[in-house]
Protein backbone atom coordinates (compact mmCIF):
# COMPACT_ATOMS: atom_id res chain seq x y z
CA UNK A 1 0.00 0.00 0.00
CA UNK A 2 1.22 3.25 -0.80
CA UNK A 3 0.23 6.07 1.38
CA UNK A 4 -0.46 9.50 0.60
CA UNK A 5 1.92 12.29 1.59
CA UNK A 6 1.34 14.73 3.25
CA UNK A 7 1.56 18.24 1.31
CA UNK A 8 4.80 20.29 2.51
CA UNK A 9 4.74 23.05 5.06
CA UNK A 10 7.97 24.71 3.41
CA UNK A 11 8.48 27.74 1.38
CA UNK A 12 11.65 27.55 0.24
CA UNK A 13 12.29 29.48 -3.01
CA UNK A 14 9.24 31.21 -2.52
CA UNK A 15 9.32 35.11 -1.64
CA UNK A 16 6.83 37.05 0.98
CA UNK A 17 5.43 39.92 1.65
CA UNK A 18 4.51 41.02 5.05
CA UNK A 19 3.16 44.69 6.06
CA UNK A 20 3.15 46.07 9.09
CA UNK A 21 5.92 43.83 10.11
CA UNK A 22 7.98 45.53 12.54
CA UNK A 23 6.22 44.44 15.59
CA UNK A 24 3.54 42.28 17.11
CA UNK A 25 1.58 39.90 14.85
CA UNK A 26 3.11 41.18 11.80
CA UNK A 27 6.41 40.26 13.25
CA UNK A 28 5.00 36.50 14.18
CA UNK A 29 3.78 36.42 10.72
CA UNK A 30 7.36 37.09 8.95
CA UNK A 31 9.15 34.97 11.07
CA UNK A 32 7.01 32.00 10.69
CA UNK A 33 7.10 32.30 6.74
CA UNK A 34 10.93 32.77 7.46
CA UNK A 35 11.74 29.89 9.43
CA UNK A 36 9.49 27.77 6.49
CA UNK A 37 12.58 28.99 3.99
CA UNK A 38 10.54 31.88 2.70
CA UNK A 39 12.71 34.62 1.49
CA UNK A 40 10.84 37.70 3.63
CA UNK A 41 10.66 41.19 2.95
CA UNK A 42 9.51 43.32 6.01
CA UNK A 43 7.15 46.26 5.52
CA UNK A 44 6.13 49.27 7.60
CA UNK A 45 6.81 53.33 7.92
CA UNK A 46 8.99 52.97 10.41
CA UNK A 47 12.53 51.91 9.08
CA UNK A 48 13.95 50.97 12.46
CA UNK A 49 11.55 48.26 13.66
CA UNK A 50 11.75 46.40 10.20
CA UNK A 51 15.59 46.48 10.08
CA UNK A 52 16.15 45.41 13.44
CA UNK A 53 13.42 42.47 12.56
CA UNK A 54 15.11 41.40 9.41
CA UNK A 55 18.40 41.31 11.24
CA UNK A 56 17.20 38.64 13.88
CA UNK A 57 15.73 36.76 11.01
CA UNK A 58 18.96 36.79 9.38
CA UNK A 59 20.97 35.83 12.44
CA UNK A 60 18.39 33.02 13.02
CA UNK A 61 19.66 31.86 9.33
CA UNK A 62 16.46 32.74 7.65
CA UNK A 63 16.22 35.37 4.68
CA UNK A 64 14.81 38.48 5.01
CA UNK A 65 14.89 42.44 4.02
CA UNK A 66 13.32 45.40 4.87
CA UNK A 67 11.53 48.11 3.02
CA UNK A 68 9.99 51.46 4.20
CA UNK A 69 6.66 51.58 2.73
CA UNK A 70 3.54 53.35 3.86
CA UNK A 71 0.59 51.31 2.36
CA UNK A 72 -1.68 54.82 2.82
CA UNK A 73 0.45 56.21 0.12
CA UNK A 74 -0.85 54.33 -3.01
CA UNK A 75 1.75 55.84 -5.36
CA UNK A 76 4.33 54.48 -3.06
CA UNK A 77 2.64 51.56 -3.08
CA UNK A 78 2.21 50.95 -6.83
CA UNK A 79 6.29 52.26 -7.38
CA UNK A 80 6.98 49.25 -4.90
CA UNK A 81 4.92 46.65 -6.51
CA UNK A 82 7.13 48.37 -9.98
CA UNK A 83 10.03 48.00 -8.52
CA UNK A 84 10.04 44.28 -6.96
CA UNK A 85 9.92 41.07 -8.10
CA UNK A 86 6.40 39.43 -7.80
CA UNK A 87 5.86 38.18 -4.55
CA UNK A 88 4.38 34.39 -3.85
CA UNK A 89 2.75 35.68 -0.66
CA UNK A 90 1.17 38.63 0.54
CA UNK A 91 0.55 38.84 4.56
CA UNK A 92 -2.11 42.25 4.35
CA UNK A 93 -1.30 42.93 8.01
CA UNK A 94 -0.93 46.63 8.41
CA UNK A 95 -4.15 47.79 10.34
CA UNK A 96 -5.73 50.34 12.79
CA UNK A 97 -8.17 50.64 15.55
CA UNK A 98 -9.88 53.60 17.22
CA UNK A 99 -12.55 52.05 19.68
CA UNK A 100 -15.04 54.71 20.75
CA UNK A 101 -19.43 54.32 21.09
CA UNK A 102 -20.03 55.14 17.59
CA UNK A 103 -21.92 58.77 18.37
CA UNK A 104 -18.39 59.67 19.24
CA UNK A 105 -17.47 59.11 15.96
CA UNK A 106 -15.85 61.75 13.96
CA UNK A 107 -14.80 61.74 10.30
CA UNK A 108 -11.06 61.74 11.22
CA UNK A 109 -12.03 58.52 13.00
CA UNK A 110 -13.96 57.32 9.90
CA UNK A 111 -10.91 58.19 7.39
CA UNK A 112 -8.03 56.57 9.76
CA UNK A 113 -9.47 53.51 10.15
CA UNK A 114 -11.31 52.70 7.15
CA UNK A 115 -8.44 53.87 4.64
CA UNK A 116 -5.96 52.10 6.16
CA UNK A 117 -7.85 48.83 7.21
CA UNK A 118 -9.82 48.74 3.93
CA UNK A 119 -8.57 51.16 1.19
CA UNK A 120 -5.21 50.52 1.80
CA UNK A 121 -5.50 46.61 2.12
CA UNK A 122 -7.39 46.77 -1.34
CA UNK A 123 -4.50 48.24 -3.40
CA UNK A 124 -1.89 46.40 -1.52
CA UNK A 125 -3.34 43.06 -2.38
CA UNK A 126 -4.14 44.54 -6.01
CA UNK A 127 -0.25 45.40 -6.81
CA UNK A 128 0.47 41.85 -5.16
CA UNK A 129 -2.05 39.96 -7.66
CA UNK A 130 -0.89 42.18 -10.66
CA UNK A 131 2.42 40.86 -9.90
CA UNK A 132 1.41 37.61 -9.15
CA UNK A 133 -0.33 37.22 -12.63
CA UNK A 134 2.42 39.24 -14.84
CA UNK A 135 4.78 36.46 -13.70
CA UNK A 136 2.41 33.98 -14.05
CA UNK A 137 2.72 32.75 -10.13
CA UNK A 138 -0.21 30.80 -8.47
CA UNK A 139 -0.17 32.74 -5.16
CA UNK A 140 -1.19 33.06 -1.75
CA UNK A 141 -2.80 36.34 -0.16
CA UNK A 142 -3.50 36.49 3.09
CA UNK A 143 -5.35 38.86 4.63
CA UNK A 144 -5.21 39.97 8.29
CA UNK A 145 -9.00 40.20 9.79
CA UNK A 146 -10.70 39.92 12.85
CA UNK A 147 -13.25 38.33 14.61
CA UNK A 148 -14.98 41.64 14.50
CA UNK A 149 -15.20 40.88 10.75
CA UNK A 150 -17.49 37.86 11.86
CA UNK A 151 -19.43 39.58 14.88
CA UNK A 152 -20.38 43.16 16.56
CA UNK A 153 -18.49 44.94 19.49
CA UNK A 154 -19.53 47.42 21.87
CA UNK A 155 -17.61 50.59 20.74
CA UNK A 156 -16.34 49.20 17.14
CA UNK A 157 -18.46 50.36 15.00
CA UNK A 158 -15.57 51.28 12.50
CA UNK A 159 -13.29 48.36 13.29
CA UNK A 160 -16.17 46.20 12.50
CA UNK A 161 -16.68 47.88 9.42
CA UNK A 162 -13.63 47.53 8.24
CA UNK A 163 -13.46 43.75 8.87
CA UNK A 164 -16.62 42.68 7.63
CA UNK A 165 -15.24 44.85 4.72
CA UNK A 166 -12.20 43.06 4.20
CA UNK A 167 -13.91 39.46 4.87
CA UNK A 168 -16.18 40.50 1.40
CA UNK A 169 -13.41 41.41 -0.63
CA UNK A 170 -11.50 38.67 0.27
CA UNK A 171 -14.43 36.34 -1.08
CA UNK A 172 -14.99 38.40 -4.40
CA UNK A 173 -10.64 38.82 -4.75
CA UNK A 174 -11.01 34.39 -4.74
CA UNK A 175 -13.15 34.81 -7.08
CA UNK A 176 -11.40 36.77 -9.55
CA UNK A 177 -8.00 35.30 -9.00
CA UNK A 178 -8.98 31.08 -9.14
CA UNK A 179 -8.68 30.95 -12.51
CA UNK A 180 -5.26 31.85 -12.55
CA UNK A 181 -4.29 29.81 -9.28
CA UNK A 182 -4.05 32.58 -6.90
CA UNK A 183 -5.80 31.89 -3.27
CA UNK A 184 -7.14 34.28 -1.14
CA UNK A 185 -8.63 33.86 2.81
CA UNK A 186 -8.37 35.96 5.68
CA UNK A 187 -7.14 34.73 9.59
CA UNK A 188 -10.09 36.52 12.06
CA UNK A 189 -8.09 36.38 14.98
CA UNK A 190 -9.44 37.03 19.04
CA UNK A 191 -7.57 39.75 20.70
CA UNK A 192 -3.99 39.55 20.67
CA UNK A 193 -1.69 40.88 23.07
CA UNK A 194 0.64 43.32 21.35
CA UNK A 195 2.37 46.76 21.53
CA UNK A 196 -1.03 48.12 20.41
CA UNK A 197 -3.68 46.53 22.47
CA UNK A 198 -1.23 46.11 25.68
CA UNK A 199 -2.62 49.42 26.82
CA UNK A 200 -6.49 48.22 26.42
CA UNK A 201 -5.81 45.37 28.66
CA UNK A 202 -4.65 47.83 31.80
CA UNK A 203 -8.12 48.46 32.36
CA UNK A 204 -8.77 45.04 34.79
CA UNK A 205 -12.77 45.24 33.70
CA UNK A 206 -12.10 45.24 29.89
CA UNK A 207 -9.47 42.51 30.43
CA UNK A 208 -12.00 40.17 32.58
CA UNK A 209 -15.08 41.24 29.58
CA UNK A 210 -12.63 39.48 27.08
CA UNK A 211 -11.70 37.10 28.72
CA UNK A 212 -15.16 36.34 29.59
CA UNK A 213 -15.73 35.87 25.87
CA UNK A 214 -12.77 34.08 25.34
CA UNK A 215 -13.93 30.11 25.83
CA UNK A 216 -10.14 28.86 25.77
CA UNK A 217 -9.35 31.83 28.93
CA UNK A 218 -6.55 33.34 27.67
CA UNK A 219 -5.90 36.21 25.42
CA UNK A 220 -3.86 35.62 22.27
CA UNK A 221 -0.49 35.98 21.68
CA UNK A 222 1.08 36.32 18.24
CA UNK A 223 2.75 33.06 18.12
CA UNK A 224 -1.27 31.55 18.17
CA UNK A 225 -1.03 32.88 14.56
CA UNK A 226 1.87 31.36 13.29
CA UNK A 227 0.54 28.60 12.60
CA UNK A 228 -2.64 29.87 10.43
CA UNK A 229 -0.38 31.93 8.43
CA UNK A 230 2.27 28.84 7.42
CA UNK A 231 -1.09 26.48 6.60
CA UNK A 232 -2.40 29.55 4.64
CA UNK A 233 0.95 30.26 2.82
CA UNK A 234 1.87 26.84 1.88
CA UNK A 235 0.47 23.79 -0.38
CA UNK A 236 -0.97 22.01 2.42
CA UNK A 237 -3.69 24.92 1.72
CA UNK A 238 -3.76 24.46 -1.83
CA UNK A 239 -7.63 24.10 -2.38
CA UNK A 240 -8.33 26.69 0.39
CA UNK A 241 -9.39 30.39 -0.92
CA UNK A 242 -12.03 32.36 0.12
CA UNK A 243 -12.74 31.46 3.57
CA UNK A 244 -11.80 33.22 6.94
CA UNK A 245 -9.54 30.88 9.33
CA UNK A 246 -10.79 31.97 12.59
CA UNK A 247 -7.88 31.67 15.67
CA UNK A 248 -10.66 33.46 18.57
CA UNK A 249 -10.57 30.80 21.25
CA UNK A 250 -14.32 30.07 20.76
CA UNK A 251 -15.32 33.91 20.93
CA UNK A 252 -17.48 33.42 17.79
CA UNK A 253 -19.29 29.58 18.68
CA UNK A 254 -21.96 31.23 20.70
Not at 35 to 56: M, P, S
Not at 63 to 76: C, M, N, P, T
Not at 105 to 134: C, H, I, P, W
Not at 162 to 181: C, I, Q, R, T, Y
Request: glycine share 10%; net charge negative; aromatic share 6%.
Amino acid sequence: MILPSTPSFRLDGRRALVTGAGRGIGLACAAALAQAGAHVTLAARTATEIEDAAAAIVAEGGKADAAVLDVSDLGAVEAFFTGHPAFHILVNNAGTNRPKPMTDVTEDDYDAVLGLNVKSAFFVAQGAARAMLAESIKGSLIHMGSQMGHVGGPRRSLYCASKWAVEGMNKAFALDLAPHGIRSNTIAPTFIETPMTQPFFEDAAFRDAVLAKIKLGRIGRPEDLMGAVLYLACDASALVTGTSLLVDGGWTAE
